[in-house]
């Protein structure tokens, strides 16, 4: 064998040997690889999680038993803190043989002062007052349409409420011009669902954004206006005492 010859024959022994060698090398890699493969889970077989759709706790309802009827009123869940403090005076029975004190046709009519209980005929009514108040809770959804209730409150600036005081909406129907007015006015809006309430049901709609409504009457809407329409003397104190007391409704 001559020179070049064994040049090439050494030359395919070293190609084959470095073939060899990259081969094992490849095998070695790949096997710790398919082991770590094995222990991942498999994307075909994950589970998603499973949802559970949550059940809105049903709304409180409170009967208020008057002398010229009664009314049925749901508590909004929107509104927790005004909800629990109502629950817990009914609870109590502090409603019970108070007044409504204050009543304006086309307005509202407003009760809870404990000052009312057996108060003499003739006196000025509305000062009375539980000794806290309740932060205001102001939602866009709930607002001042007939049959709202409401919480009264006094002139502080955070708006916080009476911890007892309420009134009930009995409202008028306003004009697409009234209501223009109350927003320029109030720097508030009117969506179209709130201008068709307050035009063909009635409200008190310059009271939105400035008391708390935390809920409103499912029945008894005839009693709000007897009410509203009794004869009251010039602190629109009912002449003629108008009770109330007030219980929960079993679900």
């Known amino acids: 064998m001559n020179k070049f010859g064994r040049i090439i024959l050494t030359l395919v022994v070293l190609f084959s040997l470095l073939s060899v060698q990259a081969q094992v090398k490849k095998k070695t890699v790949a096997k710790p690889a398919a082991k770590a493969a094995k222990k991942m889970p ?52 502090f409603y019970d043989s108070l007044l409504f004190h204050r009543v304006m046709s ?23 007052d539980i000794g806290y108040k309740i932060p205001a809770e102001f939602d866009s959804t709930l607002y001042h349409k007939k049959g709202a209730l409401a919480a009264a409150r006094n002139n502080n600036p955070e708006m916080a409420s009476s911890g007892c005081q309420f009134y009930l909406v009995h409202g008028k129907k306003y004009s697409d011009e009234e209501l223009n007015s109350i927003e320029r006015q109030n720097n508030t809006y009117f969506s179209p669902a709130k201008r068709m309430t307050y035009k063909m049901v009635g409200g008190a709609a310059s009271l939105d954004t400035k008391y708390t409504v935390f809920g409103e009457v499912e029945s008894g809407l005839e009693v709000i206006d007897q009410i509203a329409n009794v004869a009251r003397d010039i602190y629109n104190r009912p002449t003629t005492d108008v009770h109330m007391r007030m219980e929960l409704l079993t679900k």
Not at 59 to 71: A, Q, Y
Not at 108 to 124: L, Y
Request: proline share 7%.
């Open 42 to 93: 498999a994307k075909a077989t994950a589970k998603k999680p499973v949802m559970i759709a949550t059940v809105p706790a049903a709304e409180t309802r409170v009967k208020i038993i008057t002398d010229m009827g009664d009314i049925v009123i749901k508590l909004s869940n929107k509104t927790p803190l005004h909800r629990d403090n109502f629950i817990k005076l009914v609870t109590d029975h």
């Open 106 to 128: 086309g307005f509202m009519i407003q009760g809870g002062d404990p000052e009312s209980k057996n108060a003499a005929p003739g006196i000025m009514l509305g000062k009375g």
